[in-house]
């Protein structure tokens, strides 16, 4: 193998937040668990939210409260402010298992930071600061994601500058990683290598992971591009499912098994099991009762 590359699995909080119809809660913790037994490592289990913007997350405290104890994996709770970096902390209350990481957002836009989470990114910047500190001294880990880094929904194009510049401001604030997320699926693989590259120069030291959604069908592209920039942290949804309920027409994740095919193929592993996540994607498509995105898994009908 020429490498590896760690797969973040985030199928069951941004694979499922953008679903209509709400998914049972005792079916979300069986996804997590098959998820486990496929090989994964990493999950992004739920979000800290308003569950009246996003009701799909209404139940996170049951699902994180039913995760299995298992030493060699890393929950992450997404948290949009430092209320739900509270939240993360006391899921870990009495002794719970509880979340490990606690996912910070910073958004790149002022318009989409306003609708997704009230802030401006001059307010975001101080708020992840707080919210890092605040998970730190607490023992979770403080990890970022950049969202909309390659482009907004509402303002178009956003510089590279600005998205070094937002880099910088969260590896001084306590980040241990930084994420750049293409949140509505605008980059093409040129831009992916430049932007991680002016990044990772920014930064040295911090170890960066890349979010990408299909929307134009550039995701596993981008995320080929971002492996060669040096990123071996990459994210994924299985199926491919996905989707943000405040960015218009944001399709879902780049699909697990698409990300695996073409990693597994390229010689680089990832310790996780393709067969298994194809297993994974069939029993799931039962669940949400239609066929999953994944070429992949189409494929190997």
């Not at 992004?44 to 995760?67: H, K």
């Not at 944001?250 to 067969?275: F, K, Q, R, W």
């Amino acid at each position: 193998m020429k490498s590896t590359v760690q797969v973040v699995e985030v199928g069951p909080r941004d694979g499922l937040q953008n679903e209509r119809e709400v998914i049972d809660t005792s079916a979300k913790i069986a996804l997590i668990n098959r998820l486990i037994d496929a090989g994964a490592r990493r999950i992004e289990v739920a979000s800290f939210v308003n569950p009246r913007r996003v009701p799909q997350m209404a139940d996170g405290d049951a699902v994180i409260g039913a995760l299995p104890d298992r030493k060699d994996v890393s929950y992450i709770g997404l948290c949009l402010n430092l209320r739900g970096v509270e939240r993360a902390i006391a899921s870990r209350d009495g002794g719970a298992r509880g979340v490990d990481e606690a996912g910070c957002v910073l958004v790149a836009s002022d318009t989409f930071g306003i609708r997704n989470q009230g802030q401006t990114i001059v307010e975001g910047i101080a708020a992840n600061r707080d919210m890092l500190a605040t998970a730190t001294r607490a023992g979770l880990v403080p990890q970022v994601t950049i969202s909309a880094a390659f482009g907004c929904p509402f303002e178009g194009d956003v510089p590279a500058q600005r998205i070094v510049d937002l880099a910088k401001a969260m590896a001084e604030a306590g980040a241990v990683e930084i994420t750049l997320a293409d949140t509505i699926g605008v980059g093409v693989p040129a831009q992916v290598g430049d932007l991680f590259g002016a990044v990772a120069a920014a930064v040295p030291g911090i170890r960066l992971r890349a979010h990408f959604h299909d929307t134009r069908g550039t995701g596993i592209a981008n995320a080929w591009a971002a492996y060669n920039a040096g990123v071996h942290v990459l994210d994924a949804s299985v199926g491919g499912i996905g989707g943000c309920p405040f960015a218009p027409k944001a399709t879902g994740n780049i699909a697990t098994e698409d990300l695996l095919y073409m990693l597994d193929n390229s010689g680089v592993s990832t310790g996780v099991d393709l067969p298994a996540m194809i297993g994974v994607n069939r029993w799931f498509a039962g669940i949400l009762g239609r066929e999953l995105p994944s070429r992949v898994a189409r494929a190997a009908a």
